[in-house]
């Protein structure tokens, strides 16, 4: 199985600022990595997939990269609405997994 | 627009059954990629099940052998039939489908909490 490590796991931010979040995992996973944004409550919401690519209705402020075992999902000028958890999910190898996600916090 | 609705969850006994269903509008079920994936109370994502359009199946090794997933073409409904179930299987059960971004999940449900507990 393969494991997705995330970091940091809580991510302390003002509105404005930029927000850079890790995942990695522990064999390769190609570019099949996904980032998920959820708030409490609530459903995750796809926000990339396939490393890199915006899945439609996503702000260009979010984008993301990587390739192998180590991705990066940007976030430039947080807005309010953006304080959240972030998931990472590799698609590479079955069983599917997540990371324990990181948390972006005011 | 595309909508999935689950229902089915609820309190039942160690050792008992419960059949999720995933009610889709927008989109055809058996013409995509489905999945139910998981979340106990205050923990991460788990990934439970996953269907191909081709009728292929997929479980983690947790659930294997207790949970079955399946779909109704005509009613355009994902179902997950969970028998034998532990404590530990107390969860959100969360439906999602694959649409839009190649294999990757990018249509949820609201999901549907299931609590074992005596």
């Known amino acids: 199985e393969v494991v997705l490590t995330q970091s940091p796991a809580t991510l302390s931010l003002s509105p404005g600022e930029g927000a850079t979040l890790s995942c990695r995992a522990s064999q390769s996973v190609d570019n099949y990595l996904a980032w998920y944004q959820q708030k409490p409550g609530q459903a995750p919401r796809l926000l990339i997939y396939d490393a890199s690519k915006r899945a439609t209705g996503v702000p260009a402020r979010f984008s993301g990269s990587g390739s192998g075992t180590d991705f990066t999902l940007t976030i430039r000028s947080l807005e309010p609405e953006d304080f959240a958890v972030y998931h990472c999910q590799q698609r590479g190898n079955w069983p599917f997994t997540f990371g324990p996600g990181t948390k972006v916090d005011i | ?118």
Request: proline share 3%; glycine share 12%; net charge neutral.
């Open chain 2, 1 to 118: 627009e595309v909508q999935l609705v689950e229902s089915g969850g609820g309190l039942v006994q160690p050792g008992g059954s419960l059949r999720l269903s995933c009610a889709a509008s927008g989109i055809t079920v058996s013409s995509n990629l489905m999945t139910w994936v998981r979340q106990a109370p205050g923990k991460g994502l788990e990934w439970v099940s996953l269907i191909y359009s081709d009728g292929y199946t997929y479980y983690t090794d947790s659930v294997k052998g207790r949970f079955t997933i399946s779909r109704h073409d005509s009613r355009n409904t994902l179902y997950l039939q969970m028998n034998s179930l532990r404590p530990e299987d107390t969860a959100v059960y969360y439906c999602a489908g694959a649409i839009n971004s190649g294999w990757t999940f990018d249509c949820w449900g609201q999901g549907t909490l299931v609590t074992v507990s005596s």
